[in-house]
């Protein structure tokens, strides 16, 4: 069963604390995302990896940065939590070839600043 | 610019109602792929279908289909003899000539008993 795993569903800090969101693919996909998922905007990319050490911005990249060291592993930084950065985020991978597969999801970290 | 639509921001039904789900896309790439996901509450995102922007084909799979038409840039998702189950929230995806995925905004879908 192939499986995208995020390291927490449920995380609350303190504003201005830095932190660090975890995702693992065991599906050997190239490709790594990170969304972000607020009511009635939909899923917003933020950043996405195309291979190891390899990272491009998406539409909302500011206040966030991603380390990918590892093939399976991309992990979302926020250097500086802020109240605004309080959201759903969603982790995904998808492979190079066979792009009609689609994308896998994480089940999703709700992330409260307080 | 790739862009979706999904206009229904929610949509309630009584169960065994048929309900359709709208999508429009708008894309320059002549090959693309439309999907289409279901996100229950426990907030993963599912995939229900794929389709590739050469196979115009109408898709069935028991309760769901699938209505592509290129013409009208629509891939609309019909569920027919809606249950409770069914309620969530179910996004459009388009994905072209890169490797990002653009979503629509989602629809809400409330089954009510």
């Known amino acids: 069963d192939v499986k995208v795993t995020q390291s927490s569903r449920y995380l609350v800090k303190r504003t201005g604390e830095k932190v660090f969101l975890e995702c693992v693919q065991d599906?050997?996909?190239?490709?790594m995302f990170w969304y972000r998922q607020d009511p009635g905007l939909g899923l917003r990319l933020i950043y996405f990896?195309?291979?190891?050490?390899?990272?491009e911005k998406g539409d909302i990249p500011e206040g966030y940065s991603v380390s990918r060291e590892k093939k399976e592993r991309f992990s979302l930084i926020l250097e500086s939590a802020s109240t605004n950065q309080t959201s759903m985020y969603l982790c995904?991978?998808?492979?190079?070839?066979?792009?009609?597969?689609?994308?896998?999801f994480g089940q999703g970290t709700r992330l409260t600043v307080v | 610019a790739q862009k979706v639509t999904q206009a229904q921001t929610e949509i309630s039904v009584v169960e065994k109602e048929d309900v359709t789900l709208d999508c429009v896309y708008e894309?320059?790439?002549?090959?693309?792929?439309l999907f289409w996901y279901k996100q229950p509450p426990s907030g993963e995102l599912v995939f229900l279908i794929r389709?590739?922007?050469?196979?115009?084909q109408n898709e069935i799979s028991g309760r769901y289909s699938w209505n592509f038409q290129k013409s009208t840039s629509s891939f609309n998702f019909t569920i027919t003899a809606s249950q409770v189950v069914d309620s969530a929230v179910y996004f459009c995806?388009?994905?072209?000539?890169?490797?990002?995925?653009?979503f629509g905004t989602g629809t809400r879908l409330k089954v009510l008993a």
């Open positions: 389709r590739n922007s050469f196979d115009e």
């Open positions: 990896s195309y291979d190891v050490k390899m990272k």
């Open positions: 894309t320059r790439d002549t090959t693309y792929y």
């Open positions: 599906m050997d996909h190239e490709n």
């Open positions: 995904a991978s998808s492979p190079h070839r066979d792009r009609g597969r689609g994308a896998f």
């Open positions: 995806a388009l994905l072209g000539g890169t490797y990002k995925y653009i």
